[in-house]
T-cell receptor, first 114, second 111 residues
Framework: DTEVTQTPKHLVMGMTNKKSLKCEQH?????MYWYKQKAKKPPELMFV???????INESVPSRFSPECPNSSLLNLHLHALQPEDSALYLC?????????????FGSGTQLSVL | GDSVTQMEGPVTLSEEAFLTINCTYT??????LFWYVQYPGEGLQLLLK?????DKGSNKGFEATYRKETTSFHLEKGSVQVSDSAVYFC??????????FGKGTRLHILP
């Protein structure tokens, strides 16, 4: 199994809602990532978990809250989002956290905030 | 800081044409270099990589050579297909976990 699975594929939420994005991989990878991608832009790193511990937070607003319950799962909890947070949210994983590691990406969750 | 610059798109070619997408980088030391591809409606996939100077990465007919002297990692393919239509991202990774992407080049291949 060489897949990173993200659910849901599409999500529409209001600014007062609370929702969660989920990501799962069964490749035994020890590093997992959240990226945000706006249309026609490259992905922007949000968070990195390494061995289930948060190792990088790229100064992301607190309305985004990551969680890594175990080595296979990564969640992104969303609360009080703004319309400008609408984007494609990509999860990725890698075997370790070395600089030349291959990243495996999921297909993403397309989020619309109304 | 480290950065990646790649040619602006979109690039439009006819099927079987030769492809070059230019990529240059600015970085201290010796980063690893990557090309990722994003097909419509999907996440990114690693296309090829090179980890040291003069290495050539290759995959699916695409090639790129790590040129330290010109700080470049240009992507080439001898004969493109309609199925190669996608967005291509040049990237580097130098300090631990963080990978730095270029802005992406959209490629359209006409039948």
């Amino acid at each position: 199994d060489t897949e990173v699975t993200q659910t849901p594929k599409h999500l529409v939420m209001g600014m007062t809602n609370k929702k969660s994005l989920k990501c799962e991989q069964h490749m035994g990878h020890r590093a997992m990532y959240w990226y945000k991608q706006k249309a026609k832009k490259p992905p922007e790193l949000m968070f990195v978990y390494s061995y289930e511990k948060l190792s990088i937070n790229e100064s992301v607003p607190s309305r985004f809250s990551p969680e890594c319950p175990n080595s296979s799962l990564l969640n992104l909890h969303l609360h009080a989002l703004q319309p400008e947070d609408s984007a494609l949210y990509l999860c990725a994983s890698s075997q370790g956290d070395a600089s030349n590691e291959k990243l495996f990406f999921g297909s993403g969750t397309q989020l619309s905030v109304l | 800081g480290d950065s990646v610059t790649q040619m602006e798109g979109p690039v439009t070619l006819s099927e079987e044409a030769f492809l070059t997408i230019n990529c240059t980088y600015t970085a201290t030391g010796y980063p690893s270099l990557f090309w990722y591809v994003q097909y419509p409606g999907e996440g990114l996939q690693l296309l090829l990589k090179a980890t040291k100077a003069d290495d050539k990465g290759s995959n699916k007919g695409f090639e790129a050579t790590y040129r330290k002297e010109t700080t470049s990692f240009h992507l080439e393919k001898g004969s493109v297909q309609v199925s190669d239509s996608a967005v291509y991202f040049c990237a580097l990774s130098h300090r631990g976990d963080k990978i730095i992407f270029g802005k992406g080049t959209r490629l359209h291949i006409l039948p």
